[in-house]
């Protein structure tokens, strides 16, 4: 036979062959899903109890199938919201119309290899491993052998470990395979290849989220607004900075992988780089700890105070990600605290007495911009019709949102308010009359942030709407301009 061209798509109808001779055996993670169901199992068993990796640990001493097993039975995972691979299901659709048989032969364990051929009603066979096997590689290419014969099945594959397998198939398929894979595949067997190597770089950043780190510029406020503006200070300010960067982008990559049942039921969120699979777990899985890692190491040149805060910020975040994000109000109060923290740590890293007027400020305005961050997932929820999974609240709590949202950014107003009354600032300010402005423009902003919510038209995080919006540019020189002209006129 002569050796086909090797192409992308599905194959030509005219050049398969069909029947009961030859069974299409199609590869699970990585070939017919964009991710691992061994990371997901263990991420949702993580996610729902924090304890998880310990008994993990334990079922892994008795092998890796053994884990698989473990897992599968305390993960729950929504197989209806995994990243399928369209091209995949297109060639096993159109062998099935041909009147072609397929099977499922994947190392990820029976009972969720079950559950997804259920759900997808597209095999006639379906083999996993069993808590004692793991059928990968040789084990599998044996069980393949045996079950059909040397050259009675075709493969769909993604990993060396599938060469194994290809060696005994009449044809094979490769899933976004490099080009030495692909090469050591057509060696085996005729061969077609799907997509390609998916790029790394772009969906690694966006799962470190760098937009985010603006919030991180809340270290500088205590050393402005203390008009502390030495070159050695604002040195520290700047450590203090990259290091709250990498520690909240460890928190973002520890979220997401906590969250991914949650975030694939969300309209937007579900093209994260890991909910969406363009990103590998096990990528996030070391990536959290070495970011952890490297933020500590910086804020520990920072002095012990620092590091303390630092400490503090991490603890509460991951219990956020774990626990509190589901408690009702505790979560809003959970993430204001945290906004109120990259304060505190900026004092700390200078270090400079933290004004407790600039303390009460910001607990009020940043529980006004948290109640925001939940109203915006409210108005999305009442106008889809659907709950936000993995939180605390009910669509008809959407009015109380609002108007804690109003409520806490108005207080927030009053406290500013009250500070460019009191005696302090005509230390810091010639002309402090001036900053009687900065609360003007806040009320107006604040009032404009929540009306936008309150017509869907918010981004899932306000402070990222704020930096994308035009008029929040607007607003924040003009309180740039209140704050010169307060001091130097």
């Not at 397998?165 to 290849?193: F, K, N, T, Y």
Request: overall charge positive.
């Amino acid at each position: 036979m002569t050796k086909p061209t090797v192409a992308d798509g599905p194959a030509n109808p005219d050049d398969r062959v069909t029947g009961a001779d030859v069974i299409l055996v199609c590869d699970l993670d990585g070939s017919l899903i964009r991710t691992d169901l061994l990371f997901e199992t263990f991420w949702s068993a993580f996610s729902a109890r924090w304890t998880a990796p310990l008994p993990a640990t334990l079922a892994l001493l008795r092998g890796r199938a053994a884990l698989k097993a473990h897992l599968a039975g305390r993960g729950d995972i929504d197989v209806s919201r995994l990243p399928y691979n369209e091209e995949v299901l297109a060639e096993l659709r159109a062998w099935r119309a041909s009147g072609g048989r397929t099977a499922l032969v994947t190392a990820a364990d029976q009972a969720l290899a079950d559950r997804i051929a259920l759900h997808l009603g597209l095999f006639d066979e379906v083999h996993g491993s069993d808590g004692l096997v793991n059928l990968k590689g040789t084990a599998k290419a044996q069980m393949l052998e045996t079950r059909f014969g040397r050259g009675g099945y075709d493969y769909i594959g993604d990993s060396r470990s599938d060469l194994k397998v290809w060696q005994g198939a009449r044809r094979g398929i490769s899933v976004d395979a490099p080009e030495a894979l692909q090469r050591g595949a057509e060696a085996l067997c005729d061969m077609r290849h799907f997509g390609r190597p998916p790029g790394t770089f772009r969906p690694l950043m966006k799962a470190l989220r760098p937009h985010q780190w603006a919030k991180n510029a809340l270290v500088f406020l205590p050393a402005l607004a203390g008009h502390a503006f030495g070159a050695d200070l604002l040195v520290r300010v700047l450590f203090a900075f990259i290091a709250f960067s990498l520690v909240a982008s460890s928190v973002y990559v520890l979220n997401d992988l906590l969250d991914l049942e949650a975030d694939r039921a969300h309209p937007r969120k579900r093209n994260r780089p890991f909910a969406s699979g363009a990103l590998p777990l096990s990528y996030g899985t070391w990536l959290a700890p070495c970011l952890l890692l490297g933020g500590v190491g910086i804020a520990a040149m920072l002095g012990p105070v620092f590091l303390a805060v630092m400490a503090v910020y991490y603890l509460t975040t991951t219990l956020y990600s774990l626990r509190l994000k589901r408690l009702p109000v505790v979560d809003i109060c959970t993430l204001a605290a945290l906004y109120a923290l990259r304060i505190v740590a900026g004092a700390a890293a200078v270090p400079i007495p933290l004004s407790v007027w600039m303390l009460a400020f910001s607990i009020f305005f940043f529980f006004s911009l948290a109640a925001v961050k939940r109203q915006a997932e409210l108005v999305d929820g009442l106008a889809t019709g659907r709950e936000a999974k993995g939180r605390g609240y009910q669509v008809d709590d959407l009015p109380l949102v609002s108007m804690m949202a109003v409520a806490a950014g108005y207080v927030s107003i009053m406290v500013l308010a009250l500070y460019v009354n009191s005696p302090e600032v005509r230390i810091l300010y010639e002309r402090p009359e001036w900053l009687w402005g900065i609360c003007a423009v806040l009320l107006y902003w604040i009032s404009r942030m929540v009306f936008i919510t309150h017509r869907g038209q918010m981004h899932d995080d306000p402070v990222v709407f704020a930096a994308r919006d035009k008029v929040s540019y607007l607003v924040f020189l003009s309180m740039l301009g209140f704050i010169a002209a307060g001091t130097l006129l």
